[in-house]
């Protein structure tokens, strides 16, 4: 075990379960994230993982279990206030807007998690001028960061996939998460632009964000940037481990063989 298991952990939930009438899409289901970690959720389609993110994130209320975010119980919270916590996720549909350019696109996931007030915005006093400029430097950086800065200006319908992946990211980031949840966030992407996207994530940890989940059907992806994984099989954990770990477990390659062959 490493020294990180002795610290409190940045989000913790324990025994979450969710039944759909008389479907059970996850039982008992219980892991944490610790500061700095990068942590992948698999599992075969159907598995819960979804189902998962959104009762971490207030979008389900758990029909059993608690949720824990730096230290605080949040099950049965709001998503935006949730959010406001510093957890923030993105969806599997996504949150770009087209016309805009690549720079617009961020600069507007800053108004929209800051919720300044229209009046705000048409008055604006010195207070309101200096948000809007930490806006625009804030945004400018997390392009920079993200490894968009020759596209800054472009407008996001005249990027590659493996562009558009990266200014999703982008426009999550805008939110100042303490932990970043992506699920699916590559999809789409060929071998090379997934190992470039990898290689971006990894930048994040301690210099954007604290700690990252991610849901991801791409094994050569989420075993190449995650420090742990956590297998959710039938809505129920598998297994968890070192991504080498995972890769040698007989069960996890049944569970994902026998899926295949059904
Ligand atoms: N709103 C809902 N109502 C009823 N059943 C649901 C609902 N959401 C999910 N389920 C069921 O719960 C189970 C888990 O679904 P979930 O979408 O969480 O899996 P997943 O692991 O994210 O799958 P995928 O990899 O295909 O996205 C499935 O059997 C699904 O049909």
Redesign the pocket.
């Known amino acids: 075990m490493t020294a990180t298991t002795d610290r409190q952990p940045l989000l913790r939930a324990d025994d979450l379960t969710?039944t759909?009438?008389g479907?059970t899409?996850?039982k008992d289901f219980s892991f944490h994230i610790q500061p700095g970690e990068i942590v992948g959720l698999i599992?075969?389609?159907?598995?819960?993982?979804?189902?998962?993110f959104?009762m971490l994130t207030g979008f389900y209320a758990p029909s059993n279990g608690r949720v824990r975010f730096k230290g605080q119980d949040i099950t049965n919270r709001k998503p935006h206030a949730i959010a406001r916590l510093g957890l923030v996720r993105s969806f599997?549909k996504t949150n770009v807007m087209k016309r805009l350019t690549v720079f617009e696109n961020v600069l507007t996931g800053h108004y929209m998690a800051s919720r300044q007030s229209l009046l705000a915005t048409f008055f604006p006093g010195e207070a309101v001028r200096r948000a809007e400029r930490e806006a625009r430097e804030s945004a400018a950086a997390i392009v920079e960061t993200m490894g968009l800065a020759q596209r800054m200006n472009a407008p996001a319908h005249l990027l590659s996939c493996g562009e558009l992946r990266l200014l999703e990211v982008a426009v999550a980031l805008a939110a100042k998460p303490s932990l970043l949840m992506l699920d699916?966030p590559a999809a789409g992407l060929n071998s090379h632009e997934a190992g470039n996207f990898g290689a971006v994530l990894k930048t994040l940890i301690g210099r954007s964000i604290d700690a990252l989940l991610i849901?991801e059907?791409n094994m050569d992806l989420v075993m190449s940037v995650s420090d742990r994984i956590v297998v959710?099989n039938f809505?129920r954990k598998l297994a968890e481990g070192r991504p080498a770990e995972i890769l040698e477990n007989r069960q996890v390659a049944e569970a994902y063989l026998g899926k295949a062959a059904a």
């Open positions: 969710m759909f009438g479907i899409a996850v599992g075969p389609n159907g598995a819960g993982k979804t189902t998962c959104n599997q699916e849901v059907h959710l809505g």
